[in-house]
């Protein structure tokens, strides 16, 4: 090879929970209204070709660099989620003296996970998680996923992967299935390939799988960095209440962007961060295009955004809060 989050705070204990007499659903409608009306505005003036004022043009652009720098990773992204992987696949072979292509797919994720497993499962008697027969805590057959989870859980950076994003049974086959592991827990469930993973999810691999070190030429340790800074933005961007950015703040950003796709260690001589740099660059000048060209472009992004928020908000209400019973 040549060349480790979206942090959902801690689940409050039962008896410490706020209760509501309200259903999960009445409130998951309610916080859908209020997250979609800025957006739905945008989502007017994309469909019209037109834009408020210079400030949500900021953020537009904004959104469509994060997009151009994540294209610009991807050799880095596949190069490294790839290496871990085959890097745990043949150690196991090897290590367990099996024959050359030996794999396993008969496992899913929750047959290697005991019941309760912190930040998982909790209700050992109703778990929603181990659910039926079929997924409930058992040895793999053939020992090849049990060290796979061990050794996946090595590589990150703070011990902690996102076993609910993974599918075990294709760990020995599927690079992505092991990427996923050090993405955020919620939003990467069905994502299958690097390009149907969003900036969030590649940023956070690569904070968070250590083997990224190897193509970096700063301590991503060490905070803070164009990393965590990277992070930041698209955090900033997803919730920004009024979906503006200045023009201090996008300055900031495509300086930020920049650096992280010119890190001298790989990326300053890799071909589509390259790219992503020249793509940047034309972008922050507005070179060569028209407002109504930028607009059509982003509106699967705010749509998407707009469920990703929903999603943030949700979860952490979730977990902090008593709700009635439907039924």
Same mark, same amino acid.
């Given at each position: 090879?040549?060349?480790?989050?979206?942090?959902?705070?801690?689940?409050?204990?039962?008896?410490?929970?706020?209760?509501?007499?309200?259903?999960?659903?009445?409130?998951?409608?309610?916080?859908?209204?209020?997250?979609?009306?800025?957006?739905?505005?945008?989502?007017?003036?994309?469909?019209?070709?037109?834009?408020?004022?210079?400030?949500?043009?900021?953020?537009?652009?904004?959104?469509?660099?994060?997009?151009?720098?994540?294209?610009?990773?991807?050799?880095?992204?596949?190069?490294?989620?790839?290496?871990?992987?085959?890097?745990?696949?043949?150690?196991?072979?090897?290590?367990?003296?099996?024959?050359?292509?030996?794999?396993?797919?008969?496992?899913?994720?929750?047959?290697?996970?005991?019941?309760?497993?912190?930040?998982?499962?909790?209700?050992?008697?109703?778990?929603?998680?181990?659910?039926?027969?079929?997924?409930?805590?058992?040895?793999?057959?053939?020992?090849?996923?049990?060290?796979?989870?061990?050794?996946?859980?090595?590589?990150?950076?703070y011990s902690k992967p996102s076993w609910k994003n993974t599918k075990a049974d294709q760990w020995c086959t599927n690079h992505w299935q092991v990427a996923k592991c050090f993405m955020p827990l919620e939003g990467y469930q069905d994502v299958s390939s690097f390009d149907d993973?969003?900036?969030?999810?590649?940023?956070?691999?690569?904070?968070?799988?250590?083997?990224?070190?190897?193509?970096?030429?700063?301590?991503?340790?060490?905070?803070?960095?164009?990393?965590?800074?990277?992070?930041?933005?698209?955090?900033?961007?997803?919730?920004?209440?009024?979906?503006?950015?200045?023009?201090?703040?996008?300055?900031?950003?495509?300086?930020?962007?920049?650096?992280?796709?010119?890190?001298?260690?790989?990326?300053?001589?890799?071909?589509?961060?390259?790219?992503?740099?020249?793509?940047?660059?034309?972008?922050?000048?507005?070179?060569?295009?028209?407002?109504?060209?930028?607009?059509? /472009?982003? @509106? %699967?992004? $705010? +749509? *998407? #955004?707009? &469920?990703?928020?929903?999603? /943030?908000? @949700? %979860?952490? $209400? +979730? *977990? #902090?809060? &008593?709700?009635?019973?439907?039924?």
């Amino acid at each position: 090879m040549k060349c480790g989050n979206f942090k959902v705070k801690a689940r409050i204990t039962k008896a410490k929970r706020l209760r509501t007499n309200w259903t999960f659903d009445m409130f998951s409608n309610w916080i859908e209204r209020i997250v979609a009306d800025p957006f739905s505005k945008l989502e007017g003036y994309i469909v019209n070709g037109n834009l408020w004022d210079k400030t949500d043009k900021n953020w537009l652009k904004c959104f469509h660099a994060t997009r151009a720098t994540k294209a610009g990773l991807k050799s880095l992204v596949e190069e490294v989620s790839f290496g871990v992987q085959q890097m745990i696949y043949s150690s196991i072979i090897h290590a367990r003296n099996l024959a050359p292509g030996s794999l396993c797919n008969l496992c899913l994720t929750e047959n290697l996970l005991l019941c309760p497993t912190k930040g998982l499962c909790s209700h050992r008697r109703n778990c929603k998680y181990h659910d039926s027969s079929q997924k409930k805590f058992r040895p793999c057959p053939s020992q090849i996923c049990n060290a796979f989870w061990k050794k996946i859980g090595s590589f990150h950076r703070y011990s902690k992967p996102s076993w609910k994003n993974t599918k075990a049974d294709q760990w020995c086959t599927n690079h992505w299935q092991v990427a996923k592991c050090f993405m955020p827990l919620e939003g990467y469930q069905d994502v299958s390939s690097f390009d149907d993973t969003d900036f969030n999810g590649i940023i956070n691999f690569m904070i968070n799988c250590t083997e990224s070190q190897r193509c970096l030429s700063f301590n991503v340790a060490s905070k803070p960095n164009v990393l965590y800074e990277s992070r930041k933005i698209g955090r900033n961007l997803r919730h920004s209440p009024d979906l503006k950015v200045t023009d201090t703040d996008l300055a900031s950003y495509f300086s930020t962007l920049n650096s992280l796709l010119t890190d001298s260690k790989y990326l300053a001589s890799d071909s589509s961060a390259q790219e992503a740099v020249i793509k940047l660059n034309q972008l922050e000048k507005d070179a060569n295009r028209t407002d109504a060209e930028y607009v059509h /472009e982003y @509106l %699967q992004e $705010v +749509k *998407a #955004t707009k &469920k990703v928020v929903t999603l /943030e908000i @949700l %979860q952490f $209400v +979730k *977990a #902090t809060v &008593k709700f009635q019973s439907s039924h």
